[in-house]
């Protein structure tokens, strides 16, 4: 689950991969991909991606049309041709149903598999095997799009739950960095909150939607759950609803202490832009988010000042410092003809990986009038990736590094661990849970255990009943 965001050109998607890849340009990024000398033999072919910005947008889109050119250039039998449509499970669903799933698509990392299974994705080991990318690509993110030994998607973008935090706010309170526990949120949530100022302590997604289910599940996994438990997977292949174990419970009675007990959350209904900007214009302290909202800040609040923003780990709790992982994969349609899927295959790739496209990426990102380049991301591949992007990247930023370092020395370390989102139907079991969350939010007298129990149950009988097998 993650907001829909504008096109960028690729951001994070730089380094050097292993001694492996010896650099062979002067600038020190590596040639991973062997681009073809032809695609398609030659043969005119033209293929449909989507994601391109739409013309209001005018930055990025002349940014896209003149990388699309570049790459035209470079084979002129090519026709690239973007599509403004942005992924939508609901709207897909309409796209495969009339036959009209574009040659190359962008969906959330909890889908592929259900694309695979269906028939809608196509097997790409291929392209992917024959440039050695599966020894590039983190594995764990790979996996999300590999079935049988076959790879079926080309991870975009990786990001990872953690928490906002106002430092100029947490400094008046006397606290001199952000809380490692639950129990320490709690504690300083109490002192940060002003109401007669309009400031609450702590702020996450509470509009009842499968977003307040999204941001409830990372809560939870710090808490113990397990997204293979929330619904689990059995040997005869049907699903179990697990949505009321004791760690979902302690989680939810988290949430209920926190609005009813302490009272540092908001009373106003937010969505993931309205919790964001709690964050920005210092109405909250301290803010549960994705690592790219950090980033939309920067650009949405010019007015805000990134310095006093900073952006940590999630709090400890029994199960640890956990985070939910998520982003975006493009698959190729299995309904496109062999030259079509080569051609968006190698486009994406080229896009991703060749060192003269990622650098006029950043650099027409440094050169917009309010650059926001840097910020907590995941990265998408492993070996010496992270050291190699850190020391190309760092002139480029203009976010400020230092604030969030520690959320990736977290990761980097092992401290904090990822993991992936509920599957299958990841964004009903998000709608559902969301659900719980409003009441336990508006009804001081709910029963976060019977609350639960409940959804437990209608999730199985009306979403995980009906799919039957894996």
């Not at 739950?161 to 706010?169: A, K, P, R, S, V």
Request: one cysteine or more.
């Amino acid at each position: 689950m993650r907001k829909a965001f504008r096109f960028i050109l690729v951001l994070c998607v730089i380094g050097l991969m292993s001694a492996a890849f010896q650099p062979t340009r002067a600038d020190g990024l590596p040639e991973i991909v062997k681009m073809p000398d032809q695609i398609a033999g030659g043969r005119p072919v033209t293929f449909t991606i989507t994601n391109m910005p739409p013309e209001t947008d005018t930055a990025a889109r002349p940014a896209w049309d003149a990388m699309v050119k570049r790459f035209q250039d470079k084979y002129p039998n090519v026709t690239v041709q973007g599509l403004e449509y942005t992924y939508q499970p609901d709207s897909f669903a309409a796209l495969v149903a009339g036959q009209q799933v574009p040659t190359i698509f962008q969906v959330y990392m909890t889908d592929p598999q259900k694309y695979i299974s269906t028939g809608v994705a196509a097997d790409i080991s291929s392209i992917i095997d024959a440039n050695k990318l599966r020894d590039v690509f983190n594995t764990d993110i790979l996996n999300l799009a590999t079935n049988d030994g076959k790879v079926y998607g080309i991870p975009y973008n990786a990001y990872a739950m953690g928490i906002g935090y106002n430092i100029d706010l947490l400094k008046a309170a006397g606290f001199d960095k952000p809380p490692a526990t639950w129990d320490e949120l709690r504690t300083m949530a109490v002192k940060l909150t002003n109401r007669d100022a309009g400031v609450v302590g702590f702020s996450m997604i509470n509009d009842g939607g499968p977003a307040t289910g999204w941001h409830f599940t990372v809560l939870a996994y710090t808490f113990g759950a397990k997204p293979e438990e929330i619904i689990k997977a059995g040997a005869d292949g049907k699903y179990t609803a697990g949505l009321d174990s004791e760690a979902m419970v302690n989680a939810m009675q988290l949430v209920k202490d926190l609005r009813w007990t302490d009272d540092v959350m908001p009373r106003d209904t937010l969505d993931w832009g309205t919790n964001g900007t709690q964050l920005a214009t210092g109405k909250a302290a301290i803010v549960l988010m994705a690592g790219d909202q950090y980033r939309w800040i920067k650009t949405s609040f010019r007015e805000t000042d990134m310095n006093a923003i900073g952006f940590a780990p999630l709090p400890a709790g029994p199960g640890g410092v956990v985070s939910l992982t998520g982003g975006d994969m493009y698959m190729v349609s299995a309904a496109a003809t062999d030259d079509e899927k080569e051609a968006a295959v190698y486009f994406e790739l080229w896009r991703l990986f060749d060192p003269a496209e990622v650098q006029l990426g950043l650099e027409a990102q440094g050169a917009e009038e309010n650059p926001a380049v840097g910020g907590p991301a995941l990265p998408l591949f492993k070996g010496e990736y992270q050291a190699a992007k850190e020391t190309f990247q760092k002139p480029f930023y203009t976010l400020p590094y230092d604030n969030y370092s520690a959320f990736l020395d977290a990761f980097a370390s092992g401290k904090a661990h990822l993991q992936v989102e509920p599957t299958p139907a990841g964004q009903e079991y998000y709608a559902a849970i969301g659900a719980v969350v409003s009441t336990i939010i508006t009804d001081q007298n709910a029963d976060p255990a019977a609350l639960l129990k409940d959804a437990s149950a209608t999730f199985q009988s009306t979403q995980l009943d009906q799919i039957g097998s894996k």
